[in-house]
């Protein structure tokens, strides 16, 4: 398929830009309005409000200074773990979603000719909670399934919400982030996360998480630290990131591959003996399995694989040896293993194991656990949680492996045309868009019985969806309390910085409290945001009262102090060398080569992602001054190594046709030498193809157009790298 340009407008007048813009006047504070109000000082309203970011899962921190109802500042918080005193650029920018032209104004119904029209919010909930209990009714709640992109109001009142209707079917985004990563990791460690002590380390070495790409200010910052500290950084990714101005070696790797390296260089450290022996002895499980299994990894069989010198890695094996206990391979997010190819899963479950060799577990420097707090019990009966669902997540049996706190969405999808799956209902999630093939899960989600999407802007999921419900943005309102873990863990607030731009938009949690009292378990939904914020706050000693106040508080008792980690939270409480459900679900004990789906050869690349500073997922795309600046950089070109361009005469800025089997686009393309020759590295936030997006529409290519659908057997992730593509210049 080709991509199809025509521009159609699928939200009949009156509504959205119209609408939008007439309230405002306007837009985003612009500098006359700014000037105009220091010139009249004593006309000004001025105050600040507290709030954290929502333009990527760090939700970080920041305190707003708002004059005459506009956005005049925005200062991070020093405290928050993620954000250390800054916002990113795109956390600034996206501020501009609140007053975007585009913006949802009311709910709205997918007519018979497929276009949409406003309807009021008594006829969406009497119509969807109608068709709710029909679903209830004939097929049971199991047939309800609800995906979310976790937020701290999103989290609670979603589960509340299916819960109380009996379904256990809540999903997070993790299929297409991070969820191959944190299963492979509990299974080895009984824990999805850790933290490489980066500024205190004398080696890191980074499997393609970028910080100054895929950004978290804090974290940048500790990078920052880190090569100022002196500390050795290697940076193994197909692509020379961003993050290579902090590193000492960049080890360009064919991606699909980083198991192969790992394996590898754990067997130069096993072989020669070089590992904490003490440790393994007391605190382990299954090292004999994994020993055993190692002598055929040689350096030179990890070469043919991976591209990297056999040399390069043995000596890489022996430096984070050296540098052990304060070195690790830190834990990676998305693009390397998080749900990217067939061995994603165990490639994570062998990262912690060839940590478990350098005995860098609670070391200083080395990778450790932070402490976080949580709110308690609440007391009063009317935050008491829904009875649990009966049923386990749908697809746990399929995929076993998979994080049942995410759970596999993709595959809930695919049982929709199955009949096992009715009603689906997508809460700030742009599933259609980013989670798998796009035109695949619009298929889907259009057989559905009842299909509903509670976003702030028209997305590819809107489009395939019966009802769409219009949220507040994140500046307008009040949310559950943000417990955060980090060195000092702390809870922040995310507290209304704006007023309500257009009234007929409701704050997430009123649109659940209200779809509750239609479906008929309004009991579970009788109180505010407010109660329920204070009622939680007032478990760990504080008032929602103080924290609009401060907006943050740390939790400076429990600040981190670096402790040998010696007990585990996994079956045997041990750190697992072999797993007994990753050998039930088809693997062997402790984990081995994994051969990814596809490999590429003659003229064949795989088709890499990667996060660019100034945007996030699919959704800033349409902001004005982050688009601005793709537009002004042409960020959105797709990367080819530059010898292989050469081959293929291609040059810089050339109009090139990619296709996959499934998909072909064109665009004009970056020659550089900053990625290796099988790769070819596409950015991940572009081709958007939705009309009513004003400002991305038809920029750039999609990543997911040209992977098929597909799942990662045991792990669940929708294996987003595991695609080969052809390339040619346009008339050549
Ligand atoms: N700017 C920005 N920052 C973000 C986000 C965002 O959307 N935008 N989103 C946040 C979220 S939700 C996530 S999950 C994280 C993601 O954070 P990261 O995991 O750091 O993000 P990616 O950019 O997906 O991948 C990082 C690098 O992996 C490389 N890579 C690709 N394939 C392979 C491979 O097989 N092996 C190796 N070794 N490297 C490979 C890519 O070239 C890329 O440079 O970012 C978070 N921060
Ligand atoms: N093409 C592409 N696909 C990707 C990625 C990518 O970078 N590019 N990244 C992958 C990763 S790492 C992840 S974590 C997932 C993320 O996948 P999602 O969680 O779906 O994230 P986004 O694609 O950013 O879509 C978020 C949606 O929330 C909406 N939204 C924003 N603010 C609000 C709000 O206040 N209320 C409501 N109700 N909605 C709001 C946005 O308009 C958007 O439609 O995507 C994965 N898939
Ligand atoms: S990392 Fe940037 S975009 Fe993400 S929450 Fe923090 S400031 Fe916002
Ligand atoms: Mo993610």
């Known amino acids: 398929m080709t991509q199809d340009i025509t521009r159609r407008s699928f939200v009949k007048g009156g509504i959205g830009a119209a609408a939008a813009t007439a309230a405002l006047g306007g837009g985003f504070v612009s500098f006359n309005s700014w000037s105009a109000a220091q010139a009249d000082e004593a006309a000004r309203e001025v105050k600040k409000a507290h709030s954290l970011c929502n333009s ?84 049971g709640p199991e047939a309800l399934v609800l995906i979310q992109d976790p937020r701290p109001s999103g989290s609670y009142y979603t589960k509340r919400f299916m819960n109380a209707l009996g379904s256990p079917n809540v999903y997070t985004h993790g299929v297409s982030c991070n969820m191959s990563k944190v299963s492979g990791m509990t299974q080895a460690i009984g824990a999805g996360d850790f933290n490489s002590d980066v500024e205190n380390a004398n080696m890191i070495m980074f499997l393609g998480r970028s910080y100054a790409d895929g950004i978290r200010p804090a974290s940048l910052h500790a990078l920052q630290a880190a090569h100022e500290n002196g500390t050795k950084v290697v940076i193994v990714d197909p692509r020379h990131n961003n993050s290579c101005v902090y590193a000492d070696e960049w080890i360009p790797i064919k991606p699909g591959t980083d198991l192969a390296l790992i394996l590898a260089m754990a067997n130069v450290l096993v072989s020669e003996g070089l590992y904490d022996q003490d440790y393994i002895a007391n605190y382990t499980v299954g090292f004999e399995d994994w020993a055993s299994r190692l002598p055929e990894y040689t350096p030179e069989w990890a070469e043919e694989i991976t591209g990297i010198p056999a040399e390069t890695i043995t000596r890489l094996a022996h430096e984070m040896w050296e540098a052990a206990p304060a070195s690790s391979i830190e834990q990676g997010w998305r693009a390397a293993f998080g749900c990217a190819h067939k061995n994603s899963g165990e490639t994570a479950r062998a990262l912690c194991l060839f940590n478990t060799l350098l005995g860098c577990w609670g070391a200083e420097g080395g990778a450790v656990f932070y402490p976080s707090v949580s709110a308690g019990k609440l007391s009063d009966s009317r935050f008491a949680a829904p009875p649990a669902p009966s049923g386990k997540i749908l697809g746990s049996a399929q995929y076993p492996l998979a994080a049942a706190s995410m759970g596999v969405a993709t595959y809930a999808l695919e049982q929709i045309p199955e009949g096992l799956v009715k009603g689906v ?5 742009n599933c259609v868009g980013g989670y798998s093939n796009p035109k695949q899960l619009d298929e889907w989600v259009r057989q559905a019985e009842l299909s509903v999407a509670i976003d702030i802007q028209m997305t590819e999921t809107c489009l395939a969806c019966q009802y769409i419900l219009p949220d507040t943005s994140y500046l307008e309102r009040l949310e559950v309390p943000e417990f955060v873990g980090g060195k000092v863990p702390v809870v922040a607030l995310r507290d209304r910085v704006l007023d309500k731009i257009h009234p007929e938009t409701k704050p997430v949690d009123e649109i659940f409290c209200e779809l509750g009292r239609a479906c008929g378990v309004g009991q579970y939904f009788d109180f505010t945001i407010d109660e329920l914020a204070d009622a939680q706050l007032k478990t760990v000693g504080l008032s929602l009262e103080q924290l609009k106040k401060d907006g943050i508080v740390a939790f400076n008792e429990k600040t981190y102090k670096p402790t040998p980690k010696t007990t585990w939270k996994t079956p045997s409480e041990k750190v697992q060398f072999v797993s007994e459900a990753c050998e039930k679900a088809g693997f062997t004990p402790s984990p081995t080569w994994v051969e990814p789906l596809v490999m590429p050869e003659d003229g064949l690349f795989r088709l890499v992602g990667g996060k660019q500073t100034i945007h996030t997922h699919t959704q800033t795309a349409n902001i004005a001054p982050l688009m601005a600046i793709s537009e002004k950089y042409a960020l959105e070109r797709p990367w080819i190594n530059a010898a292989v361009a050469a081959e293929l005469g291609i040059e810089d800025g050339d109009e090139v046709e990619i296709s996959s089997d499934i998909f072909s686009g064109r665009t004009k393309i970056k020659v550089t030498e900053r990625i290796e020759p099988t790769s070819i590295y596409l950015p991940s936030h572009y081709g958007r193809m939705v009309p009513d997006q004003h400002i991305s529409y038809g920029i750039g290519l999609s990543q997911m157009d040209f992977v098929p659908f597909q799942i990662e057997p045991g792990y669940g992730g929708t294996m987003s790298q595991e695609v080969l593509v052809k390339i040619k210049k346009v008339g050549a």
């Not at 979603?97 to 000719?113: E, G, N, Q």
């Not at 209902?425 to 999630?429: K, R, V």
């Open 56 to 139: 990527c899962s760090s939700k970080c921190g920041f305190t707003a200074t708002v004059v005459d109802g506009n956005v005049m500042t925005m200062k991070g918080d020093e405290e928050h773990p993620y954000c250390d005193g800054t916002l990113c650029a795109r956390g600034y920018g996206y501020a501009a979603v609140a007053y975007s032209p585009d913006r949802l104004t009311h709910p709205m119904k997918r007519t018979d000719s497929g276009t949409f029209e406003a309807i009021s919010w008594d006829d969406a909930l009497s119509e969807i909670s109608s068709k709710i209990r029909d679903i209830i009714d004939t097929d």
């Open 425 to 429: 209902i997508f809460y700030q999630s």
